[in-house]
């Protein structure tokens, strides 16, 4: 395989904040693309504060299942120390997890490809002390996708570029609330929490109420042996179609007097 167009299709995508970022980093009243939350229902997830991360399980081409392990935007480790990078202890943290999905995981004719992104926290990120004591790391799974292997063909044949492009328009084709739930608790894996689900035209608009919405969130779901403050939360719709970001520091920032 080709191993940057494999990081380029891979790599998540950017999630717009809720309200847009105007100057010196504060939010303006104006949300993100103009609009609210347009689906019947969203889902509010608390962001975990710690560095993107990623495991990609592909078939090699003795039809064994195969893994890299993956920063945000850089591949640092393949099975069998074919690549070694030690950034953020990310790959040398996730490998035995990678290593126990790989003996669980399903191989099945339609199966090519398929990504697990998680939030690698605690350790020896920069918010660690909200989450762990004693420099304890841990993950939490957000999102997870497959390709068929016609599809994973048809896309390493393109060049770099259309590989990007067809990334940022959004084709990565992520598994939808039911189907993540259901494959998350088939692996037993760590997920980000699920904080609340409520009506789309309910969820606040203007920066003050929106505020106030968050503060209900305040402290982590997630501590490893100590429990501080969150970064956020994530709010998506059902059909994935809109994905916001929310966090203190921003508001915080915005509203200060």
Same mark, same amino acid.
């Given at each position: 395989?080709?191993?940057?167009?494999?990081?380029?299709?891979?790599?998540?995508?950017?999630?717009?904040?809720?309200?847009?970022?105007?100057?010196?980093?504060?939010?303006?009243?104006?949300?993100?693309?103009?609009?609210?939350?347009?689906?019947?229902?969203?889902?509010?997830?608390?962001?975990?504060?710690?560095?993107?991360?990623? /495991?990609?399980?592909?078939?090699?081409?003795?039809?064994?299942?195969?893994?890299?392990?993956?920063?945000?935007?850089?591949?640092?480790?393949?099975?069998?120390?074919?690549?070694?990078?030690?950034?953020?202890?990310?790959?040398?943290?996730?490998?035995?997890?990678?290593?126990?999905?790989?003996?669980?995981?399903?191989?099945?004719?339609?199966?090519?490809?398929?990504?697990?992104?998680?939030?690698?926290?605690?350790?020896?990120?920069?918010?660690?002390?909200?989450?762990?004591?004693?420099?304890?790391?841990?993950?939490?799974?957000?999102?997870?996708?497959?390709?068929?292997?016609?599809?994973?063909?048809?896309?390493?044949?393109?060049?770099?570029?259309?590989?990007?492009?067809?990334?940022?328009?959004?084709?990565?084709?992520?598994?939808?609330?039911?189907?993540?739930?259901?494959?998350?608790?088939?692996?037993?894996?760590?997920?980000?929490?699920?904080?609340?689900?409520?009506?789309?035209?309910?969820?606040?608009?203007?920066?003050?109420?929106?505020?106030?919405?968050?503060?209900?969130?305040?402290?982590?779901?997630?501590?490893?042996?100590?429990?501080?403050?969150?970064?956020?939360? /994530?709010?998506?719709?059902?059909?994935?179609?809109?994905?916001?970001?929310?966090?203190?520091?921003?508001?915080?920032?915005?509203?200060?007097?």
């Amino acid at each position: 395989m080709d191993l940057k167009k494999i990081n380029s299709l891979t790599k998540y995508p950017s999630i717009l904040t809720y309200h847009e970022l105007g100057e010196k980093g504060r939010l303006t009243n104006e949300l993100s693309e103009s609009k609210g939350f347009s689906d019947s229902e969203v889902f509010v997830y608390e962001k975990v504060d710690g560095e993107n991360s990623r /495991i990609i399980f592909f078939k090699n081409n003795h039809n064994e299942i195969d893994y890299l392990i993956g920063s945000r935007e850089e591949l640092l480790y393949a099975k069998g120390d074919r690549i070694g990078n030690p950034y953020g202890n990310i790959a040398e943290f996730l490998k035995p997890l990678a290593e126990r999905i790989i003996a669980d995981i399903i191989s099945k004719e339609d199966w090519a490809l398929t990504v697990i992104y998680q939030e690698s926290y605690g350790g020896k990120t920069k918010a660690a002390k909200n989450y762990t004591d004693s420099k304890t790391q841990g993950y939490r799974v957000f999102d997870v996708f497959s390709l068929d292997q016609d599809e994973l063909v048809r896309l390493l044949e393109l060049p770099q570029e259309k590989i990007a492009e067809w990334r940022d328009h959004g084709n990565q084709p992520f598994y939808d609330e039911t189907e993540k739930k259901k494959f998350i608790d088939k692996m037993e894996l760590e997920f980000a929490p699920l904080l609340e689900t409520i009506k789309a035209s309910d969820f606040p608009t203007s920066l003050e109420n929106t505020f106030s919405f968050l503060k209900q969130f305040e402290s982590t779901k997630v501590g490893i042996d100590a429990s501080g403050k969150s970064e956020g939360i /994530i709010v998506r719709t059902s059909d994935r179609k809109q994905i916001r970001k929310i966090r203190f520091e921003d508001y915080e920032r915005t509203l200060r007097k």
